[in-house]
C-alpha cells in the first residue's frame, strides 16, 4: 500500500517521476543559437526609430564584431595573467594574442564615455585594423563613419542603450564557441533577408541550398574553396563546417566580392565562425579579378557560387579582350553577365579534381542569345549535372533557380552524359517564402547520388540527346513524367449512358415497390 504521510516524509513510497528526454548535441547548439539570436535581434530593436531595418546589418555587425574580439582579447589577458603569475607586461605581449587592441580602444573603454560615443567607437574601429593589418585592415572601417557620428539620426543615448544591451553578455570563446556565434549571426543575417528581400539576394543564399551545394561538391581537408561572388561568406563557412574546422583550412579558403560592405561582412562572419587564415578579396571580378597565380587566374579544387542572376552593364567590352583568357566560349550581351560568370568559374578549377557548383536562373539553360556558349559547354563534356529548383526559395528575385555541377574529370561512367534532374516540386510551402526543408535537400542529394532515370524527377541524358533538342538544358525537356492512360471518348461516353440508366433503372424499380407497399 502506497504511504501518504506528509509529517514522516521518509515513510512515503517515492513517486517516479517522467524523465525529460536529453537534448541532443545538435538540439542544444540549435537552443544556444536562438537565444543568442534573441538577444541580437533586441540589439536590433535598440536602433528602430532613428535606423531603417534596412541598414541595421551596417551597425549590428560592426559593433558585434568589436565586441567579440574585445572580449576574446580580455580572455587571452587573464590566460597569461595566470600562466604568468600576474605579469602585466607578459599579458600584453602581441604574441598572447590573435589580435592587437590598442590602448583606449577596447570595449570598456568605450562604455565608460557619456559623449561622443559614435566618434569614439569608429576611431577605437581605425585603431584596431591599423594595429592588425594584415588580417583587419579595411573590416571594420568599410562601415560608414558618417553613419555613426550622425546625432541627428543616432544620438548618444541610443549608442548606449546599445552598448549597454551588449554588455549584458561576455561573448568570448569561454562564453560561445565560435560556431555557435556564427550560426546565431547567420540566423540575423537571414532576418536582415527577411526584412530587406530587395537586397537580401546580394548577400544570402539560403543555407538549405548551400548546404546542398556543398555536400555535392564534397570539399576534402587540405583542398582549396574559391568563392568569386561571396556575398557574406556563407558558402565558404558551409565549406569549412563540412571540413570539421580542420587545420588544414587554414589558408585554403578565397572569396571575392564586390560590395564593400558584403566583403567585410563575410570577413567578420568566417570569424565569427571560427575560420582562421582565409582570403576574401573586395572588388569586381568579372572585370579585375584580385585572386591570381602568376599573374593569372588562380586555380582551385571547389569552385562554388551563387553571382548575381543577369547583371546588367557587367563589363562585355572588357571581357572580349579579357587579358586573363577566360572568354573561353565567347562574350555575352551586356544585359546578362550569366555566362561570364560560369566560364571565369570554370577557367578557375583545377585540372584533375576540380569541381565546381553554381546557382543561375533556369534562363541560362534555355535562351537562344547564349546557344552557341551553351553548346560549347556541353560539348566540354564538364557538365556532370543539371538541377532545376522551385519558386520562391530565393530572395530578390522572382525568377526560378537552378544549378550546374561541372567536373573537369567526370567518372568514366559518367563521360558524355548529363544527369538532368526536376527537383521543381520538391519544396514544402510557406506563406511568403518557400523553403528546403533536411528532408527535401536529402531527396534532392539522393537523386544525384543515385545517378539513374527516376519518373517525373530524373533522367540521364547524352550529348545526342542535347544536340537533337537543339543544346537545351532544361530537364523537363528530358524527363519522363507520369501520364494517366486516356481512354478513348466513346468508351467514357458509353459508360456514363449505361450508369445513368442503370439509375434510371433503380428508381424505377424503388419506385414500383413503394407503390406495392402502399
Partial sequence: MEAKNSLFPELETPVAKPKKPKK???????????????????????LRGPVSQDNFKEYITPLLYYKRISDVYDEETEAALDMSDGDI?????????????????????????????GAAIVNAMRKIELANPDTLYGVLSTFSAQ????????PDSKISDLIEHLSTRKLGNNDYAADLMGDAYEILLKKFADDSKAQA?????????????????????????YDPACGSGGMLIEAVRHMKHDSLCCGSIFGQEKNVVNAAIAKMNLFLHGASDFNVMQGDTLRSPKILAGGAIAKFDNVIANPPFSLEKWGSTEWSSDRYSRNIYGTPSDSCGDFAWIQHMVCSMSDGKGRMA?????????????????????ESDMIEAVVTLGDKLFYGTG????????????????????????????????????????????????????????????????????EEKDWNLS?????????????????????FRKAIADVEAAEKEFSSLINTTV
Fill in 89 to 117: 607586461e607578459f599579458a600584453s605581449l602581441p604574441e598572447q594574442h590573435r589580435f592587437v587592441i590598442p590602448e583606449g580602444c577596447s570595449w570598456n573603454d568605450i562604455r565608460e564615455r557619456s559623449e561622443n560615443l
Fill in 399 to 466: 525568377l526560378s533557380p537552378c544549378f550546374l555541377i561541372l567536373r573537369k574529370l567526370k567518372p568514366a561512367a559518367h563521360s558524355a552524359r548529363i544527369l538532368m534532374i526536376d527537383a521543381t516540386k520538391i519544396l514544402t510551402p510557406r506563406r511568403a517564402q518557400n523553403v528546403l526543408t533536411p528532408e527535401d535537400i536529402d531527396r534532392i542529394y539522393k537523386l544525384y547520388t543515385d545517378y539513374t532515370d527516376v519518373e517525373d524527377f530524373a533522367k540521364i541524358v547524352s550529348l545526342k540527346d542535347l
Fill in 475 to 495: 530537364p523537363n525537356r528530358y524527363v519522363q513524367y507520369h501520364k494517366e492512360k486516356v481512354r478513348p471518348y466513346a468508351e467514357v461516353l458509353a459508360e
Fill in 358 to 378: 553554381v546557382v543561375m536562373p533556369q534562363g541560362v539553360l534555355f535562351r537562344n542569345q547564349e546557344k552557341d556558349m551553351r553548346r560549347q559547354l556541353i
Fill in 24 to 46: 541532443t548535441k545538435a538540439q542544444k547548439e540549435l537552443t544556444g543559437a536562438q537565444d543568442l539570436y534573441n538577444y541580437l535581434y533586441e540589439a536590433c530593436n535598440k
Fill in 201 to 225: 539576394g546580394e548577400f544570402y543564399t539560403p543555407r538549405p541550398v548551400v548546404q546542398l551545394l556543398v555536400s555535392i561538391l564534397d570539399p576534402k581537408p587540405g583542398e582549396t574553396v
Fill in 147 to 154: 553613419k555613426w557620428t550622425d546625432k541627428a539620426s543616432l
